[in-house]
């Protein structure tokens, strides 16, 4: 199963918005709602973000939103905030178990 | 308190065994699934494989198939991944997580165990 593709990295000012994609294939990110992202800050362990491509755990800012168009799922991060550069994953059940995405690195400038 | 703990870092030599642990508390653990996943210095994470808790049942990505074994102790709320064998290329960063129903998100992680395996 290969990795899904993300850009390696995504930058902007505070304030302004910054959305990453996640291609896969229709044998996860197209075949299932079941993607999901994470971050991870140097050091820490990753954090769950949005799960079932669009939904936001308890706690996380309503900033952090996700859709999917196909075999293409993405992130978007409005009102960028400094704590909000990090690492980023997508992961997609792919029934072998899952797949997570290259990662993007997200700079705040 | 959802919690996950992972036993501490290890250092072993090439050929060895290690098995790591990762406890759960503060949830009822047989009712979620347990994931591994693998991060080697300075790279992405990689899915493992992942085991309902109960232990019926054990899926492994391909990649990882063969080479380590994932399994479960439910008296003790504790999920293991172990090496039978190890290599260079297996010192990694590896962090357990948990979820609920497949619809859910990887929702909890532990702290992450360091394995570095050198000669």
């Known amino acids: 199963q290969s990795a899904l593709t993300q850009p390696p990295s995504a930058s902007g000012s505070p304030g302004q918005s910054v959305t990453i994609s996640c291609t896969g294939s229709?044998?996860?990110?197209?075949?299932?709602?079941?993607v999901s992202w994470y971050q991870q800050h140097p050091g820490k362990a990753p954090k769950l973000m949005i799960y079932?491509?669009?939904k936001r755990p308890s706690g996380v800012p309503d900033r952090f939103s996700g859709s999917k168009s196909g075999n293409t799922a993405s992130l978007t991060i409005s009102g960028l905030q400094d704590e909000d550069e990090a690492d980023y994953y997508c992961?997609?059940?792919?029934?072998?178990?899952?797949?997570f995405g290259t990662g993007t690195k997200v700079s705040v400038l | 308190e959802v919690q996950l703990v992972q036993s501490g870092a290890e250092v072993k030599k090439p050929g060895e065994s290690v098995k790591i642990s990762c406890k759960g508390s503060?949830?009822?653990?047989?009712?979620?699934?347990i994931g591994w996943v693998r991060q080697m210095p300075g790279k992405g994470l990689e899915w493992m494989g992942i085991?309902?808790?109960?232990?019926?049942?054990?899926r492994y990505s391909s990649s990882f198939q063969g080479q380590v074994t994932i399994s479960t102790d439910k008296s003790i709320n504790t999920a293991y991944l172990q090496w039978s064998s190890l290599k260079a290329s297996d010192t990694a960063m590896y962090y357990c997580?948990?979820?609920?129903?497949?619809?859910?998100?990887?929702?909890?992680w532990g702290q992450g165990t360091l394995v570095s395996v050198s000669s």
């Open positions: 229709s044998n996860d990110v197209g075949g299932y709602d079941y």
């Open positions: 079932e491509v669009s």
């Open positions: 992961s997609s059940y792919a029934g072998s178990p899952y797949v």
């Open positions: 085991m309902n808790s109960g232990g019926s049942e054990t």
């Open positions: 503060g949830y009822i653990f047989t009712n979620y699934w």
């Open positions: 997580a948990r979820r609920g129903s497949l619809r859910s998100g990887w929702d909890f």
